[in-house]
């Protein structure tokens, strides 16, 4: 799977770059601040090179800011997006954010950064010396299963969050939007 995310500096224009990105023929998802499009697989960097080439030119047409990134999944495409990165192990601790829920602050991640912080530990390579139960027993299960959500190969998402093949209305589904099926 590849996931690119495009991060969208104008939410007020959000819906109809959605709408646009149908004729990628990827299966699409979006939150408050970002589009996401699923593709089984891209053939080579040159496609990867087009695709970003056309989502640039889509959003000059909406006169919108974006910073574009792929990945693996949605999770650490959004990091990347974010951060400027394509490496998940250049990861800034901050990235913690991203994987545990984008969606919404969480005290518990926003205190876990600080403490990283404190301890001198800057990226998430660094915490990967730490065992997880010791994540867990400091910094709570929030923290471990974002923590997890980084370490995983297996593209998993956030709770709630679903990448849909047909789509016929838009929808706010809770704390992001979801295109509803045809069906």
Not at 39 to 66: G, K, M, R, W, Y
Not at 101 to 117: C, D, Q, T
Not at 150 to 174: C, D, R, T, V
Request: proline share 3%; net charge negative.
């Amino acid at each position: 799977m590849q996931v690119i995310c495009v991060l969208i500096r104008n939410q007020e224009v959000i819906f109809d770059f959605v709408e646009a990105c149908f004729r990628f023929g990827a299966r699409l998802a979006w939150t408050q601040e970002a589009v996401f499009l699923e593709f089984p697989v891209i053939q080579n960097s040159h496609s990867l090179d087009c695709l970003f080439t056309e989502l640039e030119d889509l959003a000059e047409h909406f006169d919108v800011q974006t910073r574009i990134a792929a990945a693996e999944d949605a999770p650490t495409a959004l990091c990347f997006a974010h951060f400027g990165v394509t490496q998940r192990e250049l990861l800034p601790v901050e990235a913690l954010r991203y994987y545990s829920s984008p969606f919404r602050e969480s005290v518990e991640i926003s205190g876990m950064i600080r403490n990283l912080r404190k301890d001198g530990i800057r990226s998430l390579q660094e915490l990967r010396s730490q065992l997880p139960n010791a994540i867990a027993a400091k910094f709570g299960e929030n923290a471990k299963q974002a923590f997890a959500r980084w370490g995983s190969k297996n593209g998993q998402a956030w709770p709630g969050f679903q990448f849909l093949e047909n789509f016929a209305l838009y929808s706010m589904n809770g704390e992001h939007g979801v295109l509803e099926s045809a069906s």
